[in-house]
């Protein structure tokens, strides 16, 4: 399983919304340059060595696709921040968390919620 996608265009976007109708999708929104973005993208990445098969997971690098984290803020009503993970489910955020709140059993317990 590939478990990690780039999102660099709103097509890149459309399309995993609409894969959220399937199953939950992970936005992760993340900061080049920021060393709490860092320390979150550490935590996502560890969750990804042992993810739950049953969602997508995708990486909009903020610095390189500021069009696609705009969208994201736009199309699912969630006010921007970086780093910043946001689960949909149904095209609708259903969680969503920044900075220090975005861990591995943090992300490990919001997917697997959102599984149920």
């Known amino acids: ?5 780039e999102l660099h265009s ?12 399937q199953r939950p999708v992970l936005l992760f929104k993340h ?9 979150a993208f550490r935590e996502f990445e560890s969750y990804l060595e042992n993810p739950n098969p049953g969602a997508s997971y995708n990486l909009i690098t903020i610095q390189t ?3 696609v984290s705009a969208e994201v803020a736009e199309r699912l009503d ?10 949909v489910k149904g095209g609708r ?4 968390a920044s900075h220090y ?10 997917i697997s919620d959102a599984l149920k």
């Open 1 to 5: 399983m590939k478990a990690l996608a």
């Open 10 to 21: 709103t097509a890149d976007l459309e399309f995993a919304l609409k894969e959220s109708e």
């Open 31 to 39: 900061s080049l340059t920021c060393p709490i973005s860092a320390r």
């Open 65 to 67: 696709a500021r069009p």
């Open 78 to 87: 969630v006010v921007h921040e970086s780093p910043q993970a946001i689960l």
């Open 93 to 96: 955020p259903v969680w969503s």
């Open 101 to 110: 709140e975005i861990t591995e059993s943090s992300l490990n317990e919001a």
